[in-house]
């Protein structure tokens, strides 16, 4: 049978060679929103969870207060280090950027405050919002920022993403399936002086169909193998720039496709080409 399939698919290279380089197209552009949504993931994991809380000193906090509160802060579970900045240290840490207009401003118009870092993986979203409630009601306490608004934008453009991956699944899988049936709609028509021979001579009804549905998985396949060495060459010869440009400031090195994913990824071009062939036998062949 796959001799036959081979057989088939050399009658016609050039045929077959658009078909692939068509479908490896089309599964590129899916592979390259699954690498980018991967990507996403692991940015959202690492920044969509609350991991710095900001508590703005009232003017009227004393030291005695702001260390109290401080050591209070600090013994909660999910917090990792809890450090008091005081308005001088803001203001040089935000002149630090060059502007003379902040460096030379009084003072007073920098509030105090105790910077948190929490534990990523002990931490939640509520428990950090009903911390941040409690605290906001002490005295001492101007002010407290959790960066909420932050996180809840890169979860919902992380949805927003898995939506618009499965929209274009779907726009792949129609593409894949026209092309593949197609093709082996023509391979069809050029052999059916071949299959006329093999309803003459008794051939099952598998036998007849077996080397086009293989021919339809292979087409798939050798997309998909195609589709996934483009996205590879293309993803470790940009992922250097990509680190040096904006992975070392965001703290995120690039990924590529799991294996997992990456098995997913062959396994479904053939299938989608077994889909194809089999829609194209279904109209063209009817043994």
């Known amino acids: 049978m796959f001799a036959r399939a081979l057989r088939g698919v050399r009658q016609q290279v050039g045929t077959q060679l658009l078909s692939v380089m068509t479908v ?21 994991q690492r920044w969509g969870a609350p991991v710095r809380v900001t508590v703005f000193l009232a003017d009227g ?6 260390e109290t509160l401080r050591s209070a802060l600090a013994a909660l579970p999910e917090v990792s280090e809890a450090r008091y900045v005081s308005s001088a240290e803001a203001r040089a840490s935000l002149g630090q950027s060059g502007d003379r207009a902040i460096a030379n401003a009084p003072v007073e118009l920098f509030p105090a405050t ?28 101007a002010d407290v920022e959790t960066y909420r608004g932050f996180t809840d934008r890169l979860h919902d453009m992380l949805v927003g993403g898995q939506a618009a991956v499965v929209v274009m699944a779907l726009g792949v899988l129609l593409t894949v399936l026209a092309v593949v049936a197609n093709t082996v709609r023509m391979s069809l028509a050029a052999r059916m002086r071949e299959i006329e021979v093999l309803r003459l001579v008794g051939a099952t009804r598998s036998y007849v169909r077996g080397p086009f549905l293989l021919e339809g998985a292979m087409l798939g396949a050798i997309g998909s193998v195609v589709a996934l060495a483009a996205l590879a060459l ?19 090195h690039p990924v590529f496709l799991s294996w997992t994913v990456v098995l997913g990824f062959l396994a479904g071009g ?11 036998l279904r109209r063209g062949l009817t043994i």
């Open 24 to 44: 490896a197209l089309a599964l590129f552009c899916m592979g390259g929103a699954l690498l980018a949504l991967e990507n996403a993931g692991a940015m959202v």
């Open 61 to 66: 906090a004393t030291g005695a207060q702001t």
């Open 114 to 141: 105790i910077e948190l870092k929490l534990t990523p993986s002990s931490v939640t979203r509520a428990r950090v919002a009903s911390v941040a409630d409690r605290v906001r009601r002490l005295p001492m306490v």
């Open 234 to 252: 293309l993803f470790f010869t940009t992922r250097a720039q990509f680190e040096t440009a904006v992975g070392a400031a965001l703290g995120l």
């Open 270 to 280: 053939g299938a989608l080409g077994a889909m194809g062939s089999a829609a194209a």
